[in-house]
């Protein structure tokens, strides 16, 4: 069973930066993609950014595109998301999910597993 958990989300001012992570566990991931998305307070789940656990191509929402880097240590089994000029508008939880395949899709509904969420609030 595949397990991802997250961490490194927090308060930070606007202009700041943090890293989040996801641990993936269960099983070997070089033919998964694995993907970050985000949820706001009565909003839907959005695509942040992905990426191929055996290549490390990567593929970005418009919203995130030059702020954020996706990257993944295939020896810690770990996908970083690095935000970086962060904007109030990307308050959220913050998922990490994997899919067992090596396109990279923005769609949710193609991702097997999921984390619990690491929540991530930038200040005005």
């Known amino acids: 069973q595949v397990q991802l958990v997250e961490s490194g989300g927090g308060l930070v001012q606007a202009g700041g930066s943090l890293r989040l992570s996801c641990v993936a566990s269960g099983r070997t991931f070089s033919n998964y993609a694995a993907g970050w998305f985000r949820q706001a307070p009565g909003k839907e789940r959005e695509f942040v950014a992905a990426?191929?656990?055996?290549?490390?191509?990567?593929y970005y929402a418009e919203s995130v595109k030059g702020r954020f880097a996706i990257s993944r240590d295939n020896v810690k089994n770990t996908v970083y998301l690095q935000m970086n000029s962060l904007k109030p508008e990307d308050t959220a939880d913050y998922y990490c999910?994997?899919?067992?395949?090596?396109?990279?899709?923005?769609?949710?509904?193609?991702?097997?597993?999921w984390g619990q969420g690491t929540q991530v609030t930038v200040s005005a």
């Open positions: 999910a994997a899919r067992d395949g090596r396109i990279l899709s923005p769609n949710s509904n193609l991702y097997d597993y």
């Open positions: 990426i191929s656990w055996s290549s490390g191509g990567t």
